[in-house]
């Protein structure tokens, strides 16, 4: 199914919540609508499921305005945040209750039970169909969700940050899967989420939302590399943000017509250098070095006026410089990787 946004308002009180929203997804689409809290991504999946309405534009599906379909009408799936399990049921009757429950096109027993059957072995659980939502893991609970969605044949299929409630090793194991699952039925679908991994990892295109508005739209990579706002940038993976003065500007490719201005470049494209005779290069005290997993994060505070600069330095490159809390340390942004803004553009805080 094809979904085609047409300039989308909703308000709660004076609240905007989604100002002129267009957006189209492609049939078999898989899109993350990403962004901070607060952006408007629920309420824009919510407005597409038909659980709220806007105050103004159109919702097309297939070309039909959804306007005057009900929720069942649309036949969309939709899976929460929460799972939204019914407790007393079993895992086979929670994936079959949307079947039981359709109006003027009910199945026979035996169809129903060959659909939930189809649908527990693309889940994986097969031999977990007599057990009950408490008896399953959070990750389990999810599978079963998702399959109570699939079980009424949706033409597209919402879902409402589907892994925010599980730790993070289950998250990665579960985006994983829903994205062979989704390579294998190819339903339309689109997904919220906040976290920025997890929408470059799953999705075809993502659409990031702020302030109740479309910032971009684009490729997994493309939304990395050619960030469309310094929003953009910080918000998918952090940023450092150095001056473009004179001859530092030039010394970092900065286009001509940007005489001055701001260089954004994410952490781990951030040099470190113990003397200060590096073209555009910046001196900065080390405020703090914490060691991550492969990596090791190193915050400084440039000595002149600006924000502090977080770079990620290589375990073999932290040994061979070895920084400690308090030294004089000079960084610059690695060759060909910053991205520069005017002076007066959004700063992009998230």
Same mark, same amino acid.
């Given at each position: 199914?094809?979904?085609?946004?047409?300039?989308?308002?909703?308000?709660?009180?004076?609240?905007?919540?989604?100002?002129?929203?267009?957006?189209?997804?492609?049939?078999?689409?898989?899109?993350?609508?990403?962004?901070?809290?607060?952006?408007?991504?629920?309420?824009?999946?919510?407005?597409?499921?038909?659980?709220?309405?806007?105050?103004?534009?159109?919702?097309?599906?297939?070309?039909?305005?959804?306007?005057?379909?009900?929720?069942?009408?649309?036949?969309?799936?939709?899976?929460?945040?929460?799972?939204?399990?019914?407790?007393?049921?079993?895992?086979?009757?929670?994936?079959?209750?949307?079947?039981?429950?359709?109006?003027?096109?009910?199945?026979?027993?035996?169809?129903?039970?060959?659909?939930?059957?189809?649908?527990?072995?693309?889940?994986?659980?097969?031999?977990?169909?007599?057990?009950?939502?408490?008896?399953?893991?959070?990750?389990?609970?999810?599978?079963?969700?998702?399959?109570?969605?699939?079980?009424?044949?949706?033409?597209?299929?919402?879902?409402?940050?589907?892994?925010?409630?599980?730790?993070?090793?289950?998250?990665?194991?579960?985006?994983?899967?829903?994205?062979?699952?989704?390579?294998?039925?190819?339903?339309?679908?689109? #997904?919220? /989420?906040? +976290? *920025?991994?997890? =929408?470059? $990892?799953?999705?075809?295109?993502? %659409?990031?939302?702020? &302030?109740?508005? @479309?910032?971009?739209?684009?490729?997994?990579?493309?939304?990395?590399?050619?960030?469309?706002?310094?929003?953009?940038?910080?918000?998918?993976?952090?940023?450092?943000?150095?001056?473009?003065?004179?001859?530092?500007?030039?010394?970092?490719?900065?286009?001509?017509?940007?005489?001055?201005?701001?260089?954004?470049?994410?952490?781990?494209?951030?040099?470190? #250098?113990? /003397?200060? +005779? *590096?073209?555009? =290069?910046? $001196?900065?005290?080390?405020?703090? %070095?914490?060691?991550? &997993?492969?990596? @090791?994060?190193?915050?400084?505070?440039?000595?002149?006026?600006?924000?502090?600069?977080?770079?990620?330095?290589?375990?073999?490159?932290?040994?061979?410089?070895?920084?400690?809390?308090?030294?004089?340390?000079?960084?610059?942004?690695?060759?060909?990787?910053?991205?520069?803004?005017?002076?007066?553009?959004?700063?992009?805080?998230?």
């Amino acid at each position: 199914m094809k979904i085609e946004v047409r300039g989308i308002t909703k308000r709660f009180g004076r609240f905007v919540a989604l100002d002129n929203v267009t957006l189209e997804v492609a049939s078999g689409e898989l899109v993350a609508l990403l962004g901070p809290s607060g952006c408007g991504k629920t309420t824009l999946l919510r407005i597409l499921s038909g659980l709220e309405f806007a105050d103004a534009g159109s919702i097309l599906l297939d070309g039909v305005d959804a306007a005057g379909e009900t929720v069942g009408g649309r036949r969309v799936g939709f899976v929460f945040q929460h799972y939204a399990l019914f407790r007393h049921m079993t895992v086979f009757e929670n994936i079959a209750f949307g079947l039981r429950a359709r109006r003027g096109h009910r199945l026979a027993r035996m169809e129903i039970a060959g659909r939930v059957n189809r649908l527990l072995g693309l889940i994986k659980m097969e031999n977990l169909a007599d057990r009950y939502p408490a008896q399953l893991s959070g990750g389990q609970r999810q599978r079963v969700a998702l399959a109570r969605a699939l079980a009424v044949e949706p033409r597209a299929l919402l879902l409402d940050e589907p892994f925010g409630a599980l730790d993070a090793n289950v998250r990665k194991e579960l985006r994983r899967w829903l994205r062979r699952l989704h390579d294998e039925l190819h339903v339309t679908s689109v #997904f919220v /989420t906040h +976290d *920025v991994e997890e =929408a470059l $990892e799953v999705a075809d295109r993502i %659409v990031v939302m702020r &302030g109740g508005r @479309v910032e971009q739209v684009g490729r997994p990579d493309e939304v990395y590399e050619q960030p469309a706002s310094p929003f953009v940038f910080r918000f998918l993976g952090g940023a450092a943000v150095f001056p473009m003065r004179g001859p530092a500007g030039e010394a970092m490719e900065q286009p001509p017509s940007q005489k001055a201005g701001w260089a954004l470049v994410r952490p781990h494209d951030v040099e470190l #250098f113990r /003397t200060g +005779d *590096v073209a555009g =290069a910046v $001196e900065a005290l080390v405020e703090c %070095v914490q060691p991550i &997993g492969a990596i @090791v994060r190193i915050v400084l505070r440039p000595t002149a006026s600006g924000e502090a600069i977080e770079a990620e330095l290589s375990r073999p490159r932290f040994r061979e410089l070895g920084p400690r809390q308090g030294e004089r340390l000079f960084a610059r942004p690695a060759d060909g990787r910053a991205m520069t803004w005017p002076v007066g553009a959004r700063s992009g805080a998230v």
